[in-house]
């Protein structure tokens, strides 16, 4: 049944990846996300889980994906710093298919800058930490009940098309505490791994039916062997050094998710249906632009939120749907402008886009907000 808790964020993507049926997590602690480790850490043991505190985040996210090739949902939990050094073996579970999930609460960097104040300055290394090109699926959440059902659609997507899935929070949220009421497990839909059991040893591991993307996975520990390597590889799973069949390995990778844009893609909107300013965010700012787009429409403006739930890939289409109603963009995130270029491009000059960003490690106010759209009005009135 439903039940009401208090829970912060960090807690809260624990109890959700563990209804997602998650039942390994390793990781190194690392502020502001070392709760979910702890959590993981008390929780799991009670649900026949099993948690590992490795002894750095290189070593982490490798123990997950062993363990996630060897039949079990995988979580591990970073920030900023440790997310740079789990990039390697991010690329390794792209190209090896393996679903798991990386939590980044991220933090105000560079390097150690300040651990415990918030920052959304890894959103581009979501994207393109990793070398080579490569698949990506990442969602932020905006509240503590938000990442508890997010977090189990991380899983979902996860085994739905077997990579790595990254779960991009922020220190607003992680350290959030609010009063949630979480859904019956039993009424959720939850995602099993689609698996191959009939081929036997060392055959077709990686074969998918003619227009399809994803390959099944093969159970672990049931007689059937394959070879699970990063390097181009056959439909058996061993390396070769054709360019043909690496082309169109690589391509089937960004294909699985680029094609499945519509099934991927989430955005929320918030008083959009007449905006003609809207006001782009993700992750915990979008708390103070709520409040900010509420004040604007006490005062006659016509403003709305477009927030990216999905974060990447880009939610360009459901953007561009906007962009006929609209006269002006505000861009705004906590870090130095890296959402703005994704909107940039999307946009591409068919309207003004204007930023608001913080990289201090304080919070922006809806104040600023509305000092911010005042100014734009400014230019509009000057121009």
């Known amino acids: ?101 990386i939590i980044d609460v991220q933090r105000t960097g560079p390097s150690t800058g300040l651990p415990t104040s918030p920052s959304q300055g890894d959103y581009m290394q979501a994207r393109w930490g990793t070398h080579g090109d490569h698949p990506v699926i990442a969602l932020s959440p905006s509240s503590v009940l938000e990442t508890y059902t997010l977090i189990i659609r991380a899983f979902n997507l996860a085994e739905k098309y077997r990579t790595p899935v990254i779960f991009l929070m922020d220190e607003i949220v992680g350290h959030m505490r609010e009063g949630v009421v979480l859904s019956n497990p039993r009424d959720l839909i939850i995602n099993r791994r689609k698996m191959s059991f009939h081929d036997g040893a060392n055959k077709q591991c990686y074969f998918v039916p003619e227009g399809e993307y994803v390959p099944a996975m093969k159970p672990f520990g049931q007689g059937e062997r394959y070879n699970i390597t990063g390097l181009a590889h056959d439909v058996s799973g061993f390396p070769v050094n054709s360019s043909e069949i690496a082309g169109r390995l690589v391509t089937r990778l960004l294909d699985k998710v680029e094609k499945n844009a519509d099934d991927i893609c989430r955005v929320e909107e918030f008083a959009m249906d007449d905006a003609e300013i809207a006001v782009v965010c993700f992750g915990g700012t979008a708390r103070a632009v709520m409040d900010a787009v509420l004040q604007a429409r006490e005062a006659g403006k016509r403003v709305g939120m477009f927030r990216p739930i999905t974060v990447w890939p880009f939610p360009e289409k459901q953007l561009r749907a906007r962009l006929p109603q609209l006269k002006k963009i505000l861009m705004v995130e906590h870090n130095h402008g890296q959402m703005l270029l994704e909107v940039q491009r999307t946009v591409g000059g068919a309207l003004p886009v204007d930023f608001l960003g913080r990289i201090d490690g304080t919070v922006i106010s809806p104040a600023d907000i509305l000092a911010k759209l005042s100014e734009m009005e400014g230019k509009n009135h000057a121009e």
Do not use: W
């Open 1 to 101: 049944m439903a039940k009401a808790v208090l829970m912060q964020g960090n807690e809260a993507a624990v109890e959700g990846a563990i209804t997602a049926g998650m039942r390994f997590f390793a990781g190194y602690p690392i502020t502001p996300s070392t709760e979910i480790a702890e959590q993981s850490a008390l929780r799991l043991p009670q649900e026949g889980g099993k948690f590992m505190q490795m002894e750095d985040e290189i070593s982490s996210i490798a123990a997950v994906l062993g363990a996630s090739a060897a039949g079990m949902k995988a979580m591990t939990a970073t920030s900023g710093p440790g997310f740079s050094l789990m990039q390697e073996n991010i690329g390794y579970g792209a190209m090896a298919e393996i679903p798991c999930v």
